[in-house]
């Protein structure tokens, strides 16, 4: 499977963590925890995969940024 950069921030607004796959229009999950966001986008990014009804864009490279808290 190609590999997908995913971003993970906390979302205080939704009081938990939000994991998305920039490559695939509207790809993202909800977890308590990092590790609960990632889990569950990578079972959204499984579905999305499979049930695609257009050409699936090829992973893209982008660098990481960072926001420091205040």
Not at 1 to 22: H, L, Q
Not at 32 to 55: F, G, I, Q, Y
């Amino acid at each position: 499977m190609n590999r997908y950069p995913i971003n993970i921030f906390y979302s205080v607004e939704d009081g938990g963590f939000i994991a998305e796959i920039p490559d695939l229009d509207a790809c993202t999950a909800f977890g308590r925890s990092p590790e609960a966001a990632l889990a569950a986008v990578n079972k959204a990014m499984t579905a999305w995969l499979a049930t695609a009804r257009r050409p699936i864009p090829r992973p893209r490279y982008r660098p990481a940024t960072y926001q420091a808290a205040r």
